[in-house]
Structures are given as structure tokens and as C-alpha cells.
């Protein structure tokens, strides 16, 4: 997705992990994802670089769909949809 339509999309839950460094935004992910149906969006906050391919790498081995991430100043905006 654009950046533009991850800006408006309808987000169900999200996981500020920017004070976490690696694996704490994945870690924060995982636990973050059991709270959310089937179908809906969750958005994680994340300040460390390698959020940005943990996240994707995650998302494909367990078979939720990688929206995709928005670079904000200082931090990252990254999204999900849980299958």
C-alpha cells in the first residue's frame, strides 16, 4: 500500500514500542496480535531499524499480511492485517 492509504486506513490496534530496542517491537508485536480479530489492522511504533524486516520476515512466516511502513521523524510506522 501507499503511504497515503496506510494514512487512512482503519487501524484496530497500536503497539507503541519505540522505547524498546531489538527484538522488543516484535516481541510487543506478538503479544499485541492475540488481542486483535482475524481481518483487522494493527500498526506498531517503532524506532529501531531492524523493526522494518523483523516485522515483514514475522508477518510471512505466520501468515498475516504486511501492509506496509510509513517513515515518520524519528520512528516508523509499521502495518499489519491478522489472518
Do not use: N
Not at 33 to 52: C, F, N, Q, R
Request: aromatic letters at 6%.
Amino acid at each position: 500500500m501507499t503511504p497515503e492509504e496506510l494514512r487512512s486506513v482503519s487501524i484496530t490496534k497500536s503497539v507503541d514500542a519505540r522505547g524498546t530496542a531489538c527484538p522488543g517491537p516484535l516481541l510487543e508485536a506478538k503479544k499485541a496480535i492475540g488481542t486483535i480479530k482475524v481481518g483487522e489492522i494493527m500498526e506498531v511504533l517503532s524506532a529501531d531499524e531492524g523493526t522494518k524486516v523483523d516485522i515483514p520476515k514475522w508477518c510471512a512466516k505466520q501468515g498475516h499480511e504486511y501492509l506496509g511502513t510509513i517513515e515518520e521523524s524519528g520512528f516508523f510506522r509499521i502495518f499489519l492485517k491478522k489472518k
